[in-house]
């Protein structure tokens, strides 16, 4: 079974800085594209950041001050948060692409921590 476990979500002044980690857990056999993705209250889940062996991709509003990195030995994605806004405030989910060793590639999500930035 495999899990995405996410962590490092909580509260922050605007200006600030946080640091979110994913870790694809289970019986996997290869990972493919990993990433982010934020639901604020009222509003669609958006991408806002994604990691493949061919590169990055960011949404306009994070470039700049979000960077995402991954630990392929570790199946880990980093998303590292600088200068955060309120308008970052959101549920963000952890995603992969992920092939287990058992069954075809299938989309994981995980179960979404909390970001929440004061003004």
Do not use: H
């Not at 700049?64 to 880990?76: E, Q, Y």
């Amino acid at each position: 079974q495999v899990q995405l476990v996410e962590s490092g979500g909580g509260l922050v002044q605007a200006g600030g800085s946080l640091r979110l980690s994913c870790a694809a857990t289970g019986s996997i056999f290869s990972t493919d594209a990993m990433g982010w993705y934020r639901q604020a209250p009222g509003n669609q889940r958006e991408l806002v950041a994604i990691i493949t062996s061919g590169g990055t991709n960011y949404a306009d509003s994070v470039k700049g001050r979000f960077t995402i990195s991954r630990d392929n030995a570790k199946n880990t994605v980093y998303l590292q948060m600088n200068s955060l806004k309120p308008e970052d405030t959101a549920v963000y989910y952890c995603y992969g692409g992920i092939r287990p060793r058992v069954g075809p590639k299938y989309d994981y999500w995980g179960q979404g921590t909390q970001v929440t930035v004061s003004s």
